[in-house]
């Protein structure tokens, strides 16, 4: 995931790339974002990006949320992490298939960070892409 600032055809963006799973990224144009710029799904539009200098701080899920809230431990460890650190720890969680997998990983994380470890044993962000996160399929016609 990259964070991306500039102008979509003159309107002010600031937006995170998604990776789409074949060593590139995509954007969401949002349909606010659509009507200001006067363009429709399917047009040519300008895009003037650059990325960011530093990476923002990423929107914690409200169930990771809650659980560090219970661990101040585990939370003050997390407090440490870069934004690109944390956004990988949640990207960690969020991945999952099952909802009984994100609950898992958010204990296994609790405990990992109430000890001091900085990440999770199995990550490896060289893949992340999740179906969550992937760019959406053209609609034919």
């Known amino acids: 995931m990259l964070t991306v600032a ?3 055809v003159g309107n002010p963006l600031r937006a995170t790339l998604q990776p789409d799973g074949q060593d590139g990224h995509w ?3 949002d349909r606010a974002l659509q009507c200001a710029a006067g363009v429709v799904a399917g047009e040519m539009a300008v895009l003037d990006i650059v990325l960011v200098a530093e990476e923002p701080e990423p929107v914690l899920p409200d169930d ?3 659980a560090l809230a219970a661990h101040p431990n585990a939370r003050a460890t997390w407090d440490t992490f870069t934004a690109v650190a944390q956004r990988d ?3 960690w969680v969020i991945s999952g298939k099952k909802a009984d997998t ?3 990983r958010i204990a296994t994380a609790c405990d990992m960070l109430a000890s001091g470890k900085r990440r999770a044993c199995c990550f ?3 893949g992340m892409c999740h179906e969550s996160l992937a760019a959406p399929t053209p609609k034919a016609g």
Do not use: M, N, P, Y
């Open 102 to 104: 994100r609950v898992k």
């Open 64 to 66: 990771l949320h809650a």
């Open 27 to 29: 954007l969401k144009v």
């Open 6 to 8: 500039g102008a979509f």
């Open 89 to 91: 720890g949640i990207f």
């Open 124 to 126: 490896d962000r060289s």
